[in-house]
């Protein structure tokens, strides 16, 4: 158990709807990143928050959004529901300025 | 950007055997190369990293090496075991005032009994 959580570990929607994942990090932890993950794109960063604030952006679509809470925990929110937004989605905290990074269990995304 | 390639994709060896998975990446500025393990179903979980001041790194059975002029490391398995299947993804790094890693696409170790 890494430390990290996520909710929900399934989701079943249909095309054009909308989903909010959550996850609260390690104690004192204060980065969060989302993760993409897929067959065709593999391992695909996301975000990532620091302490409340938008630190880095990769390959996240506009229909997706996310934000950390004063409290650090974090939800990432898609929107628009495609079928090809089906995945598993990580997200995973680290600690101030330190690179290692432990990722929580994953929600996996099914668009019908 | 950075761009991660690893081989091979699929690595079938017998238990006992040893085990080497191959990355390289194009960012001559990347700094920081975890590997991942990744059983079916379930989260990346680290294994061992190394950062690019160091040309060797080995934690039990698992070894990794860095050669920073050709931009390759590698992941080194000795003694496998049946539970040392999974999926392992290397990524690389570039510190930015926090490490965003570029993953590799993953290679999936069988271990046969």
């Known amino acids: 158990d890494s430390g990290v959580t996520q909710t929900p570990k399934h989701l079943i929607t249909a095309t054009g709807q909308r989903v909010t994942l959550r996850c609260s990090p390690r104690s004192g932890d204060l980065s969060v990143y989302w993760y993409q993950q897929s067959l065709d794109q593999g391992l695909q960063f996301l975000i990532q928050?620091?302490?409340?604030?938008?630190?880095a952006k990769g390959n996240i679509l506009e229909r997706f959004s996310a934000q950390q809470f004063p409290d650090l925990h974090s939800e990432l929110n898609l929107s628009s529901l495609e079928l090809g937004d089906s995945a598993l989605y990580f997200c995973?905290?680290?600690?101030?300025?330190?690179?290692?990074?432990?990722f929580g269990p994953g929600t996996r995304l099914t668009v019908l | 950007g950075e761009n991660v390639e690893q081989h091979p994709s699929t690595l079938s060896v017998q238990e006992g055997d040893s085990a080497v998975i191959k990355c390289t990446y194009s960012d001559s500025a990347s700094n920081y190369f975890p590997w991942y393990k990744q059983e079916l179903g379930k989260r990346p979980q680290l294994i061992i990293d190394i950062r690019s001041n160091v040309g060797e790194k080995k934690d039990q059975r698992i070894a990794v090496t860095l050669n920073k002029t050709a931009k390759h490391f590698s992941l080194h398995i000795t003694e496998t075991q049946p539970e040392d299947s999974a999926v392992y993804f290397c990524a690389a790094s570039i510190w930015g005032g926090s490490y965003i890693p570029t993953f590799g696409r993953g290679t999936s170790l069988i271990v046969h009994p």
């Open positions: 928050y620091y302490n409340g604030e938008e630190r």
């Open positions: 995973a905290s680290s600690a101030a300025r330190v690179d290692t990074q432990y």
